[in-house]
């Protein structure tokens, strides 16, 4: 590993990380971001030998009931179990979650897709919401599967996740610092400043992105079981961009005045400092939706915990490479390999 200062994409720096060359049919951010809905990842859960679907009471009355997945690794292994965490209007199933999960099953990785409160089919069995900054519920799976399946911790734990998720994950492992669950962690094109990500949002192509975030919030906060008053369904309804909805709905249901203390208050990118797990995190400079000087404004170092991924091309989530590969599952696998 060199020594000298990283670059503006950092690449060179870690033997681990080869450079990205995007697909020559989906050059661009827009294009790499769209490559994401031609992921046809076979893992099925109702077909994969040895899966075993979870449900995860919480504590409260009447308590919500998230679920997940678990596939053990298909070869006796001493490797940790990795989670996979989503993005906003995913869910455990999604294919970038599955894909990501092939990937990591073949390395005899075994792993845990992961539904967010209300999510997929934690969705029926829970009426309160997820929100970026809420890391209670991680906590209460990894106590769950320490205490109930412990056969599935015994190597210890680590984590993959994706977008917003990304962002919960990192206060997780900020607020738990050195006792923090995970040994490592990946990170895929996480929206450190909120704020900022919501803002980008609204201007100019980005609105395309923002509209079809916006309809898939309003999906799952609208869901038959969800816990809202007639306001409060109304200012769902009637929001007319990501930024109106966290300041009309989310924060003052969550006891925030407003979009920007809401942000303000949840976002990674002001606890990155206490982070001692070993994470890497991925960004392309052409993400449509999370802005580049978030990333390269910061100053990293090449002596960790936090190692930055940055190419000049993946868009959000889609790192889409000259070979039809995922870029960010390749080199996930090998920082895995190379930090347990």
Not at 135 to 158: C, F, H, M, S
Not at 225 to 253: G, N, P, Y
Not at 278 to 283: D, E, G, Q, V, W
Not at 308 to 318: D, I, M, Y
């Amino acid at each position: 590993m060199s020594q000298r200062p990283p670059d503006k994409f950092a690449i060179s720096n870690f033997q681990w990380l080869d450079p990205f060359e995007p697909h020559r049919w989906w050059p661009g951010g827009w294009l790499q971001t769209l490559s994401i809905k031609t992921l046809r990842p076979e893992l099925d859960v109702d077909r994969h030998d040895g899966c075993v679907a979870f449900d995860v009471p919480g504590d409260q009355t009447p308590p919500d009931v998230l679920s997940g997945f678990y596939f053990p690794a298909p070869a006796e292994t001493s490797k940790p179990t990795v989670i996979l965490f989503h993005g906003m209007g995913g869910h455990a199933q999604s294919g970038y979650m599955r894909s990501m999960a092939e990937r990591l099953l073949a390395a005899d990785y075994p792993v845990v897709l992961w539904n967010n409160r209300g999510a997929g089919s934690s969705a029926r069995n829970c009426m309160r919401f997820h929100h970026p900054g809420y890391t209670d519920d991680i906590a209460l799976l990894v106590k769950y599967l320490r205490e109930q399946r412990p056969e599935w911790t015994q190597n210890g734990l680590a984590a993959v996740a994706f977008s917003l998720g990304a962002n919960v994950l990192l206060r997780y492992l900020a607020e738990t610092e050195g006792d923090a669950a995970f040994r490592a962690a990946s990170v895929v094109s996480a929206p450190l400043d909120m704020e900022t990500t919501s803002m980008n949002l609204r201007n100019g192509l980005n609105r395309i992105f923002d509209r079809y975030l916006l309809k898939k919030q309003r999906e799952e906060l609208l869901r038959e079981s969800a816990e809202l008053t007639d306001d409060e369904r109304r200012a769902i309804q009637e929001a007319s961009s990501v930024w109106e909805l966290d300041d009309q709905f989310t924060a003052k249901h969550l006891g925030y005045d407003g979009a920007k203390d809401f942000y303000r208050q949840n976002s990674a990118i002001y606890v990155l400092d206490k982070i001692k797990t070993p994470t890497l995190l991925f960004h392309a400079s052409d993400d449509p939706v999370v802005d580049e000087a978030v990333f390269t404004d910061r100053q990293w170092t090449t002596s960790g915990p936090l190692y930055p991924a940055l190419a000049a091309s993946g868009g959000h989530t889609g790192f889409l490479d000259r070979q039809g590969k995922r870029w960010h599952e390749r080199a996930t696998v090998r920082f895995f390999d190379a930090m347990l």
